[in-house]
């Protein structure tokens, strides 16, 4: 990427310029290693299970023939649609399944549809999506061609408020479905919601920034972040995702360059 569109996103984002002089402040700036990869749970923190809510059923990721996909992914866009396995289907206006190419190499996943998403039937638009999408840009991904966006729910929590472990228990088979179909590359989850629901913990954030995780049957590189909701409350953290950003991209970088290495030998 230019340097000169690199400062434009980094100044969009709300990066300083003083930032990209510090020892590891530049875009090009050599990455950390990956760090320790523990092994990550399916099943989000454990909870009682009010009788009123189901389970949806989990569909394993077995490598799906093409000419399926199609019909898969409709399947669960209609299912997310009619959903009603826990109460949030009273509250929503519609499921919000997610939005990007359907072979991405990057899945990001947030939380769950705000008002705004409820609304336009796509996760992080308004502001917080604005901002999703110039930190993406700033590492070369946009959600038109390169990266898919879902959440860990697909129905918006009345008020926002956080995701109960029920709904999370509902929900998650529906993320692990559409993690089968895309196969990604890589995870970025940002916030803190959606790390914990992924991981299985519940470590605060800043314990789970900063290294590699792994996630589900296939054991895909997960990387964590802040939301970009919070990072507009609290932009002196925006440095603190950047540096997410740039230890996700390298994570990639490696994974594909490994991966071109072993096809060449
Ligand atoms: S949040 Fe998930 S499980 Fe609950 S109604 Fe919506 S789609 Fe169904």
């Not at 919000?96 to 939380?111: H, N, S, Y």
């Not at 549809?113 to 840009?137: C, I, K, S, T, W």
Request: proline share 10%.
């Amino acid at each position: 990427m230019l340097p000169e569109r690199r400062r434009q996103y980094l100044e969009a984002i709300g990066i300083d310029l003083w930032v990209r002089r510090a020892r590891h402040s530049d875009a090009d700036a050599a990455m950390p290693p990956i760090a320790a990869t523990p092994t990550t749970a399916l099943t989000p923190p454990t909870a009682a299970t009010p009788p009123s809510v189901e389970r949806a059923a989990i569909v394993p990721a077995p490598a799906v023939p093409p000419e399926d996909v199609a019909a898969q992914w409709q399947r669960l866009l209609d299912e997310v649609r009619g959903c009603r396995l826990c109460p949030l289907h009273a509250t929503r206006t519609q499921g919000v399944l997610g939005v990007g190419p359907k072979r991405a190499d990057w899945l990001v996943i947030g939380e769950a549809p705000g008002a705004e998403e409820d609304r336009r039937g796509e996760p992080f638009v308004g502001a917080a999506g604005q901002l999703l999408d110039a930190m993406l840009r700033a590492i070369g991904l946009d959600r038109r061609t390169n990266v898919y966006i879902a959440n860990v729910l697909k129905s918006r929590p009345p008020n926002n408020r956080d995701p109960r472990p029920e709904e999370v228990e509902a929900c998650l088979p529906y993320l692990v479905r559409q993690i089968a179909l895309l196969q990604p590359k890589i995870m970025l989850a940002v916030g803190r919601i959606a790390a914990q629901n992924l991981l299985g913990t519940d470590a605060p954030l800043g314990r789970l920034r900063g290294r590699v995780h792994h996630f589900g049957e296939h054991q895909t590189p997960l990387v964590v972040t802040y939301h970009p909701a919070y990072l507009l409350r609290t932009p002196a953290d925006k440095r603190k995702a950047w540096e997410d950003l740039k230890f996700a991209r390298s994570v990639y970088q490696q994974l594909t360059q490994g991966a071109a290495d072993g096809h060449r030998s």
